[in-house]
């Protein structure tokens, strides 16, 4: 159906690039293969990771790449085309932990109006908000404080005596829920669910330091350049000020001591690819599908999968080809030709 309903091609003449997390299992990664070449007869596979493909779109080969998506915020610096998978950082803040903050904060302060009654608490009315309504409330309503507004933000939601004031809110913002139903989505809430992207949790991480603890554990002859080739890709980062903020965050962060005397480099620059951020794993991809001479040396062919029955781990730019990698003695596996070549 995918083929035939949606891609019009035979799945026989196509090559498949699959963009996918570092953190994918590989049981997945095993099923989803065995499912192409078994079922589909697909000619190839390559797995590529979404952080090195997104590079492909801007014709450069080292940068720190963030990725915050829906389950997690995943860093992995990328340096002559290699991912240096020893110095990735993840943290389980995305999209997800922004809806249930969401969620939460609307069952508790908002109301809702309906045909019957004005002011009425909205569990009285929907026990629990579907997900994607809160995305689109996420998406219409919400956005992120610059750094001095998102601190004063964050010492008053931890304030214990109660001191520290907020800053005054945003205006309040009407969503139709149906055609009877209006909730009144609060001010306070608008700019607030997404502090928790950047509040320093009891191990002081946040997505701005997951960035530079990364590069704290880079060599450190490669910290400069990747200090100043930073991308940022994923769903979560297109909310309105999300750069802006976490460019203030890191620029304030480094100068605290632990970040100081460890970073030599003060200078940060974030690159603008050249699509959405949750489209730019895509079109890296795309343009390295394109690309069917250097496709086939990475890609693992039907084959070899058929002899091994694996698929590599990892995928870098600088991978020697797959019949360079079999062991001495056993015959190397077939090259793969060009999908629409002419030999006979």
Same mark, same amino acid.
């Given at each position: 159906?995918?083929?035939?309903?949606?891609?019009?091609?035979?799945?026989?003449?196509?090559?498949?690039?699959?963009?996918?997390?570092?953190?994918?299992?590989?049981?997945?990664?095993?099923?989803?293969?065995?499912?192409?070449? %078994?079922?589909?007869?697909?000619?190839?596979?390559?797995?590529?990771?979404?952080?090195?493909?997104?590079?492909?779109?801007?014709?450069?080969?080292?940068?720190?790449?963030?990725? &915050?998506?829906?389950?997690?915020?995943?860093?992995?610096?990328?340096?002559?085309?290699?991912?240096?998978?020893?110095?990735?950082?993840?943290?389980?803040? $995305?999209?997800?932990?922004?809806?249930?903050?969401?969620?939460?904060?609307?069952?508790?302060?908002?109301?809702?109006?309906?045909?019957?009654?004005?002011?009425?608490?909205?569990?009285?009315?929907?026990?629990?908000?579907?997900?994607?309504?809160?995305?689109?409330?996420?998406? #219409?309503? &919400?956005?992120?404080?610059?750094? =001095?507004?998102?601190?004063?933000?964050?010492?008053?939601?931890?304030?214990?005596?109660?001191?520290?004031?907020?800053?005054?809110?945003?205006?309040?913002?009407?969503?139709?829920?149906?055609?009877?139903?209006?909730?009144?989505?609060?001010?306070?809430?608008?700019?607030?669910?997404?502090?928790?992207?950047?509040?320093?949790?009891?191990?002081?991480?946040?997505?701005?330091?997951?960035?530079?603890?990364?590069?704290?554990?880079?060599?450190?002859?490669?910290?400069?350049?990747?200090?100043?080739?930073?991308?940022?890709?994923?769903?979560?980062?297109?909310?309105? $000020?999300?750069?802006?903020?976490?460019?203030?965050?890191?620029?304030?962060?480094?100068?605290?001591?632990?970040?100081?005397?460890?970073?030599?480099?003060?200078?940060?620059?974030?690159?603008?690819?050249?699509?959405?951020?949750?489209?730019?794993?895509?079109? $890296?991809?795309?343009?390295?599908?394109?690309? =069917?001479?250097?496709?086939?040396?990475?890609?693992?062919?039907?084959?070899?999968?058929?002899?091994?029955? #694996?698929?590599?781990?990892? &995928? &870098?730019?600088?991978?020697?080809?797959?019949?360079?990698?079999?062991?001495?003695?056993?015959?190397?596996?077939?090259?793969?030709?060009?999908?629409?070549?002419?030999? %006979?």
């Amino acid at each position: 159906m995918l083929y035939f309903r949606h891609l019009l091609v035979n799945p026989r003449d196509r090559r498949v690039v699959i963009i996918e997390s570092v953190l994918c299992p590989s049981h997945f990664r095993d099923t989803l293969t065995r499912v192409l070449f %078994k079922h589909f007869e697909v000619p190839s596979v390559l797995f590529a990771p979404s952080h090195l493909m997104s590079l492909l779109t801007l014709g450069i080969n080292s940068a720190m790449v963030l990725d &915050c998506g829906y389950t997690e915020s995943l860093v992995l610096p990328i340096y002559e085309g290699i991912p240096i998978l020893s110095c990735w950082g993840s943290l389980p803040l $995305g999209g997800k932990a922004i809806h249930k903050e969401l969620e939460y904060q609307l069952l508790e302060q908002c109301t809702v109006d309906t045909g019957l009654a004005k002011g009425q608490s909205l569990p009285s009315v929907m026990g629990s908000v579907p997900e994607d309504i809160v995305e689109d409330i996420k998406v #219409r309503t &919400c956005f992120v404080s610059d750094l =001095q507004r998102g601190l004063k933000i964050q010492a008053a939601k931890f304030n214990i005596d109660g001191t520290a004031e907020r800053p005054s809110p945003p205006p309040d913002v009407d969503y139709p829920l149906d055609g009877e139903k209006i909730l009144h989505v609060a001010g306070p809430i608008r700019d607030s669910v997404v502090e928790i992207l950047f509040e320093q949790d009891n191990e002081e991480t946040s997505v701005a330091t997951l960035i530079l603890d990364s590069l704290v554990q880079c060599p450190i002859d490669t910290r400069k350049q990747l200090a100043e080739n930073l991308v940022v890709i994923g769903g979560t980062a297109m909310l309105p $000020g999300f750069l802006h903020r976490l460019m203030a965050e890191i620029r304030y962060l480094v100068e605290k001591p632990k970040y100081k005397e460890a970073l030599a480099t003060k200078t940060f620059r974030i690159h603008t690819p050249p699509a959405k951020p949750n489209c730019v794993a895509w079109l $890296g991809g795309a343009i390295f599908g394109a690309l =069917q001479d250097i496709l086939g040396s990475r890609s693992v062919s039907k084959e070899y999968y058929s002899q091994t029955g #694996r698929i590599p781990d990892w &995928c &870098c730019l600088n991978n020697p080809p797959l019949e360079m990698m079999f062991d001495v003695g056993k015959a190397p596996p077939p090259l793969m030709k060009r999908a629409f070549s002419t030999e %006979k």
